[in-house]
């Protein structure tokens, strides 16, 4: 059982928890080729955030404007 981040209500026993990703990061990854001594990069995203939500609370964040999220993520700290 978890609590939900959207809705604040307790999830039900057995429930599936939704992980909605609120905040991300660039990262650089680096690679190395120890046979011909080559270094190279790649990039991408790193999770910074998550937040559980029971599938009523997913459905809330999906009906959300993208101002609304933000909005909601800052309350969050």
Avoid at 12 to 38: F, S
Avoid at 53 to 59: F, M, N, S, V
Wanted: charged share 40%; proline share 3%; hydrophobic share 30%.
């Amino acid at each position: 059982m978890f609590k939900c981040a959207i809705t604040g209500k307790q999830s039900k026993p057995g429930e599936k928890c939704n992980r909605i990703v609120v905040a991300t990061r660039p990262r650089e990854y680096k690679h190395r080729d120890r046979e011909n001594e080559e270094e190279w990069f790649s990039y991408g995203n790193e999770i910074v955030r998550e937040v559980n939500a029971t599938d009523e609370g997913l459905a809330l964040w999906n009906e959300l404007t993208e101002e609304e999220k933000s909005e909601f993520v800052k309350g969050l700290a």
